[in-house]
């Protein structure tokens, strides 16, 4: 059996598990209650027997059923096991890289967009320097605030290190501005689509995501202005450097015109610029935080999509007194981000090497964009719509017609292919998928879209 045909199984087997769990969520089998036969089950949910089999063990494996001599199988648990077990909502797949699929769908760059031994040379700077690893100050490692800082600095958003507080990754800076600085009930105003949808962080404290539309300069200010209501409770998360998953790039004007309204209407911002680093053609506009003359924004970086996921390394940058409460939080929670990895980002950020090794990055990634976007046009210009990035990797493909993006990643996967829907990037329908050219070689993205090309196709009769 192929290695797609694997993975397809396992998508019906999943959804299996998903009904026999919602069944207990319901009550409908309590715990103790023996369940349907394989047989039973297969011919009640249309499925090969052998898929009813994979999602029971997956239960099994899960402490929720279990099989009892002379009962048959039987409800086991319904408490935490079934909590932890698999969602009921759509989720996508993530896979080891030795699968043989050509994964069009992750946010990261390959191996081979970074120079040679980049890592090791500055690791051996580091040899011989490091005397202890014990708990850094609560804001973070001096130096590497202060690296941080004179970074921005030179790229034109000034700031002092004291106003920096390093996280472990952009995601845990999401988390700690969710639970330290926003109520329950809040609205958190973002880009349709977006990232943030296919992450819970605020939903999962009692907030609220509402959409804004967008255009190909960034959110729309009439959309923003007809969503907020004065004195309501939340804030405004944007992407405004090569958006996650559009592309789109926020124009200077339209940043101007959202920073005034915001600063007019008291609704603090969340400014996630991980991506700016990114570009390809020329700088992009100031950041929303340069030009914040009163402390509405809070500004998250990260050196995951440029540098290295594994260093687990971000920021937060904001007023004192917001990054001292949030330096508050991040202790509570762990003691600080890693030590080590702390020393090799101040190394790096420190010493002038950053900007050298994006030159490089740089020139690879437009390579890789180059060939992505030939790619497209031989194989998707009849059946999709879509615009080249100035900057990231990403491409966000609109289908000409409407089909099931269900049964396209089911069938894409079938094939040995892995993307993203656009329906985890918003709470509406999609007909768009998001693809990524900086992970997936040039070869392997264009045999990629070439074999989804024939079931975009047979979908779309």
Same mark, same amino acid.
């Given at each position: ?34 369940? *349907? ?14 898929? !009813? ?44 890289? %030795? ?34 690893? +014990? ?14 800082? +004179? ?15 390093? !996280?472990?990754?952009?995601?845990? =800076? ?36 509402? =959409?804004?539309? #967008? ?66 053609? $020329?700088? *992009? ?6 030009? %914040?003359?009163?402390?509405? !924004? ?37 003691? +600080? ?12 950020? =420190? $010493? ?36 080249? *990035?100035?900057?990231?990797?990403? !491409? ?10 269900? $049964? ?29 050219? =900086?992970?997936?070689?040039? %070869? ?7 074999? #989804? ?9």
């Amino acid at each position: 059996m192929s290695i797609g045909q694997i993975m397809k199984r396992s998508i019906k087997s999943d959804a299996v598990a998903g009904w026999i769990k919602d069944q207990i969520v319901r009550g409908k089998w309590a715990i103790g209650t023996k369940i *349907p036969s394989q047989r039973v089950l297969a011919e009640e949910l249309s499925v090969n027997r052998s898929t !009813v089999v994979a999602a029971l063990e997956q239960l099994k494996a899960a402490g929720i059923i279990e099989g009892v001599m002379g009962k048959g199988t039987i409800v086991a648990s319904n408490t935490w096991s079934l909590l932890a077990a698999l969602p009921a909502e759509d989720k996508v797949q993530s896979l080891p890289a %030795d699968t043989g699929i050509i994964d069009l769908s992750k946010g990261e760059l390959a191996e081979d967009v970074f120079p040679e031994n980049y890592l090791n040379d500055v690791l051996s700077r580091l040899s011989g320097k490091i005397h202890s690893l +014990g708990y850094e100050d609560r804001g973070g490692y001096e130096p590497l605030r202060e690296a941080i800082a +004179g970074y921005m600095t030179r790229q034109g958003t000034k700031v002092a290190p004291s106003s920096i507080l390093i !996280v472990s990754g952009a995601m845990q =800076g999401f988390g700690l501005i969710a639970s330290g600085l926003l109520e329950r009930g809040s609205s958190v105003l973002l880009e349709e689509p977006s990232y943030l949808y296919s992450i819970r962080t605020f939903q999962s404290l009692g907030m609220s995501l509402k =959409g804004i539309e #967008m255009d190909d300069e960034g959110v729309k200010l009439d959309s923003l202005q007809n969503t907020w209501t004065s004195g309501q409770k939340g804030a405004l998360y944007t992407i405004p450097c090569f958006h996650n998953p559009t592309g789109i790039l926020m124009s200077e004007t339209r940043r101007k015109e959202i920073l005034s309204f915001c600063s007019t209407n008291r609704l603090p911002v969340i400014e996630d610029d991980i991506y700016r680093d990114l570009w390809l053609d $020329e700088p *992009p506009p100031p950041s929303l935080k340069s030009m %914040d003359e009163t402390g509405n !924004v809070l500004y998250i970086g990260s050196l995951s999509k440029t540098l290295s996921p594994g260093l687990r390394i971000g920021w937060i940058a904001g007023s004192d007194s917001v990054i001292e409460r949030l330096a508050d939080l991040k202790m509570q929670a762990d003691y +600080g981000t890693s030590s080590l990895s702390q020393r090799v980002a101040a190394e790096w950020l =420190g $010493e002038g090497l950053y900007e050298h090794h994006l030159e490089y990055v740089r020139k690879e990634l437009k390579k890789r964009r180059q060939s992505a976007s030939e790619s497209l046009q031989r194989h998707l210009s009849d059946v999709a719509q879509w615009t080249m *990035p100035n900057g990231g990797f990403f !491409v966000w493909l609109r289908l000409n017609q409407p089909i099931s993006l269900r $049964e396209l990643y089911t069938e894409a996967l079938n094939e040995g292919i892995l993307f993203h829907p656009g329906s985890i990037y918003t709470e509406g329908t999609s007909r768009a998928i998001r693809l990524s050219y =900086g992970y997936a070689r040039p %070869d392997q993205f264009e045999e990629g879209i070439k074999r #989804m090309k024939k079931w975009i196709v047979a979908l779309s009769k």
